[in-house]
């Protein structure tokens, strides 16, 4: 056949392309992204400008790969700046990621999180819902405790003002990541949005605290922190993958604080692990709360979790005192609160 006359004009390659073939060029021929390739690779997925044949790529080699520090640097930069998020730092105390789920045990941080509330302490939690089945998510166990969650930045704003305490779900201040998430049944992996989230201190909060469930990726937020030039945060294997400290186990809190790394070990709080409970029934939280069930594992979790944010907050010096401080305010809660519905 002869194509002299009728040559097809080969199609321009997609700028996408580039950065599929940064990171699946073969063992020897791929490498990590910059943190300038990553930024730029994230606005345009957020931008609508990639084919989905192009993100279902992009995203499960870097899974396979898993991300370096500049990568997710990048990647929350492209995300605040597509998101439009705040840099209202007056607003919030301490930013709170939430979104692992839990399978285990009850999510005992949300009361960690209403407990530093209750005295003062700001706290923004935000997370996602319902990408993993079997998992209960914050958002879904707030109405046990009487609580309405926020559906957007003004009403989470106002209820900052009058709680102290306000939980928002990323599709609504960046519904295109939640969208990515999403992707998680039909890919059978979690994605780097996964992580990222983790990082996106939508209100530019000075103090950031992060729970991850697979140890590698202390480290890798830790840096990512601290390329974002985050003033205070922390990062914790917590229980599930929330932050929440399993006081069972010792924890290592891995943080950064004005662009210096530090590690920090919190002892286990029992001598022997609890056996998990047969089932999940959040109506359990306002009980633990009221002080009209009590359960050890729980508190101690309930202190624990909270401790951790006290000395990531410097309202303690050390780990006895952070841990004393919880514990007096656990004492002095108001029992009143949180009756449920």
Same mark, same amino acid.
């Given at each position: 056949?002869?194509?002299?006359?009728h040559?097809?004009?080969?199609h321009?390659e997609?700028?996408?392309?580039? @950065?599929?073939?940064?990171?699946?060029k073969?063992?020897?021929?791929?490498?990590?992204?910059?943190?300038?390739?990553?930024?730029?690779?994230?606005?345009?997925?957020?931008?609508?400008?990639?084919?989905?044949?192009q993100?279902?790529?992009?995203?499960?080699?870097?899974?396979?790969?898993e991300?370096?520090?500049?990568?997710?640097?990048?990647?929350? *930069?492209?995300?605040?700046e597509?998101c439009?998020?705040?840099?209202?730092?007056?607003?919030?105390d *301490?930013?709170?990621?939430?979104?692992?789920?839990?399978?285990?045990?009850?999510?005992?941080f949300?009361?960690?999180?209403?407990?530093l509330?209750e005295?003062?302490?700001?706290?923004?939690?935000h997370g996602?819902?319902?990408?993993?089945a079997?998992?209960?998510?914050?958002?879904?166990?707030?109405? @046990?405790?009487?609580?309405e969650?926020?559906?957007?930045i003004?009403?989470t704003?106002?209820?900052?003002?009058?709680?102290?305490?306000?939980y928002?779900?990323?599709?609504?201040?960046?519904?295109k990541?939640?969208?990515?998430?999403e992707?998680?049944?039909?890919?059978?992996?979690?994605?780097p949005?996964?992580?990222?989230?983790?990082?996106?201190?939508?209100f530019?909060?000075? @103090?950031?605290?992060?729970?991850i469930f697979?140890p590698g990726?202390?480290?890798?937020?830790?840096q990512?922190?601290?390329?974002?030039?985050?003033?205070?945060?922390?990062v914790l294997?917590?229980?599930?993958g929330?932050?929440?400290?399993?006081?069972?186990?010792?924890c290592?809190?891995?943080?950064?604080?004005?662009?210096e790394?530090?590690?920090?070990?919190?002892p286990?709080?029992?001598?022997?692990?609890?056996?998990?409970?047969?089932?999940?029934?959040?109506r359990?939280?306002?009980?633990?709360?009221?002080?009209?069930?009590?359960d050890?594992f729980a508190?101690?979790?309930?202190?624990g979790?909270?401790?951790?944010a006290l000395?990531?907050?410097?309202k303690?010096?050390?780990?006895?005192?952070?841990?004393?401080?919880?514990?007096? @305010?656990?004492?002095?809660?108001?029992?009143e609160?949180?009756a449920?519905?």
């Open positions: 056949m002869n194509f002299t006359h040559e097809q004009t080969p321009p997609h700028p996408f392309a580039e @950065y599929i073939r940064i990171l699946g073969g063992k020897k021929g791929s490498r990590p992204l910059t943190q300038d390739e990553a930024y730029q690779a994230m606005k345009m997925i957020l931008a609508d400008e990639v084919l989905p044949i993100l279902g790529a992009f995203l499960m080699l870097m899974r396979v790969k991300e370096t520090p500049e990568e997710l640097a990048g990647f929350v *930069l492209a995300a605040r597509s439009n998020l705040t840099s209202d730092r007056a607003l919030v *301490l930013d709170w990621s939430s979104y692992a789920g839990k399978r285990r045990h009850l999510p005992w949300l009361l960690s999180a209403l407990l509330a005295n003062g302490i700001s706290v923004f939690m996602a819902g319902g990408h993993s079997g998992r209960l998510y914050t958002q879904e166990v707030l109405k @046990y405790l009487g609580l969650y926020s559906s957007s003004e009403q704003k106002q209820q900052l003002e009058q709680q102290h305490f306000s928002l779900s990323l599709e609504h201040f960046c519904p990541l939640h969208d990515i998430i992707l998680r049944p039909l890919l059978g992996l979690r994605s949005v996964h992580t990222l989230v983790r990082l996106l201190n939508p530019n909060a000075e @103090y950031s605290i992060q729970g697979h990726y202390r480290p890798v937020h830790q990512a922190a601290a390329l974002l030039q985050q003033p205070h945060a922390a294997k917590g229980e599930g929330e932050t929440e400290r399993n006081p069972d186990m010792e290592l809190v891995q943080s950064v604080h004005n662009g790394l530090f590690d920090e070990n919190w286990a709080l029992f001598a022997r692990r609890h056996v998990k409970p047969e089932e999940l029934d959040p359990q939280l306002p009980l633990i709360w009221q002080g009209s069930a009590e050890e508190e101690s979790s309930i202190i979790t909270a401790a951790i000395k990531l907050l410097g303690a010096n050390t780990q006895q005192q952070a841990h004393q401080l919880a514990t007096d @305010y656990w004492l002095s809660r108001d029992k609160k949180f449920g519905s």
